[in-house]
């Protein structure tokens, strides 16, 4: 159904061609979009706390990366783990460090306010991907620094909080979790190209 719209085919087409009503098209669609809006928004969710901060930099660069690319994005349990744990020895060092709430609220808006012009087609991958989530990193600068810091020196500095990582030798994880620290530099909103018909922006 989606493919056949990205083709530029009519609701009604589509409809037609699938043995459906048009007004199930039409919601069919929307529970897609819908489903793209809850995959921005968890990422955002994720990319504003420090304790889940990880899992949605490890996301970002695999959507931002070419299909080939993707497999060397996989950074792995450990590696997110010590990231987390680079967070949480920074924040209890200075817990000023820690981003402002407010801030982040209207940072986590404007992440998905960035995906509201794509058209209904675009699949959640491609809606999560065109998302930006630069105010969020923004918010995040100073904490993300301090956490490089931790990572680049000595790991025995981040005692104890290192019991939550598992999996052998923390420092063989130390440039997976320093490469999740850079996603926000080298990482941008993919735009999606415009539909073939003007259409299969409306429905």
Request: charged share 25%; glycine share 6%.
């Amino acid at each position: 159904m989606l493919a056949a719209r990205r083709a530029g085919v009519s609701v009604r087409r589509t409809a037609e061609l699938a043995g459906l009503s048009p007004d199930t098209v039409q919601r069919w669609l929307a529970e897609a979009r819908a489903a793209g809006r809850r995959r921005v928004l968890q990422l955002a969710d994720q990319s504003a706390d420090p304790f889940r901060r990880g899992w949605a930099l490890a996301d970002r660069a695999a959507l931002a990366a070419d299909p080939a690319d993707a497999p060397q994005h996989s950074d792995g349990k450990s590696a997110v783990a010590l990231l987390h744990v680079a967070y949480a020895s920074a924040l209890a060092r200075d817990p000023g460090l820690a981003p402002d709430e407010d801030l982040l609220a209207a940072a986590r808006e404007a992440a998905v306010a960035a995906t509201e012009a794509l058209p209904v087609t675009a699949t959640v991958p491609q809606v999560a991907a065109a998302a930006d989530f630069g105010r969020i990193d923004a918010a995040f600068a100073r904490l993300d620094a301090a956490a490089a810091a931790l990572l680049a020196g000595d790991l025995a500095a981040l005692a104890p909080h290192l019991r939550r990582v598992r999996g052998g030798d923390p420092a063989r994880w130390r440039h997976a979790a320093r490469a999740l620290l850079s996603v926000p530099r080298t990482t941008v909103p993919r735009p999606l190209p415009e539909p073939d018909a003007p259409e299969a922006r409306h429905g």
